[in-house]
T-cell receptor, first 112, second 112 residues
Framework: AQRVTQPEKLLSVFKGAPVELKCNYS??????LFWYVQYSRQRLQLLLR??SRESIKGFTADLNKGETSFHLKKPFAQEEDSAMYYC??????????????FGKGTRLSVIA | DGGITQSPKYLFRKEGQNVTLSCEQN?????MYWYRQDPGQGLRLIYY???????QKGDIAEGYSVSREKKESFPLTVTSAQKNPTAFYLC???????????FGDGTRLSIL
């Protein structure tokens, strides 16, 4: 069964501290992993996806197939990073337009 | 993403009433999705449609119905059979399989 687990409901860090939002997944094939972010009063938007391997707003995430993880990291947290973060999984480009499976989300709070 | 429009932004329902949430997209996307977002639950899939005139149930379809008569429109009806309809409803769409899902601003449904 496909499943995404985000073990932390809430993560509080001080401004300038490193951030790591954890995501583990369960999938029998080769999945595609995503991080979506929802800032206060804004729509859910894509932050990054593992196949693009790019850094967005200083965030990076590496797919670790051995540990089935896709943790989101940033070396120095900023106050504007405070938001709700969702990890999501799909079956990859060959799975067509099957829906994403989302984790329950982690609320990041960056304290000044 | 301005290409997906959900309306209304806020909706109130009386007990025993059916209400319909609108989702329109002008991105020429084939696939459209409805999710329900509850605190601590993440996003749960209600229904999705990969092509016009076809749709599939998601994980929590009971008490909901959809139609996909036009490519650009995927309305969701919350029926009186849905016993706990108070939630934030998100619509999404997706183009080809290499593209990520794009989300609307959402509709918040409350029971009077």
């Amino acid at each position: 069964a496909q499943r995404v687990t985000q073990p932390e409901k809430l993560l509080s860090v001080f401004k300038g501290a490193p951030v790591e939002l954890k995501c583990n997944y369960s999938y029998s094939g080769s999945p595609e992993l995503f991080w979506y972010v929802q800032y206060s009063r804004q729509r859910l938007q894509l932050l990054l996806r593992h196949i693009s391997r790019e850094s967005i707003k200083g965030f990076t995430a590496d797919l670790n197939k051995g540990e089935t993880s896709f943790h989101l990291k940033k070396p120095f947290a900023q106050e504007e990073d405070s938001a709700m973060y969702y990890c999501a999984l799909s079956g990859g480009p060959n799975s067509g337009n099957t829906p994403l499976v989302f984790g329950k989300g982690t609320r990041l709070s960056v304290i000044a | 993403d301005g290409g997906i429009t959900q309306s209304p932004k806020y909706l109130f329902r009386k007990e025993g009433q059916n209400v319909t949430l609108s989702c329109e997209q002008n991105l020429n996307h084939d696939a459209m999705y409805w999710y329900r977002q509850d605190p601590g639950q993440g996003l749960r899939l209600i229904y999705y449609s990969q092509i016009v005139n076809d749709f599939q149930k998601g994980d929590i379809a009971e008490g909901y119905s959809v139609s996909r008569e036009k490519k650009e429109s995927f309305p969701l009806t919350v029926t009186s059979a849905q016993k706990n309809p108070t939630a934030f409803y998100l619509c999404a769409s997706k183009g080809d399989s290499n593209q990520p899902q794009h989300f609307g601003d959402g509709t918040r449904l409350s029971i009077l």
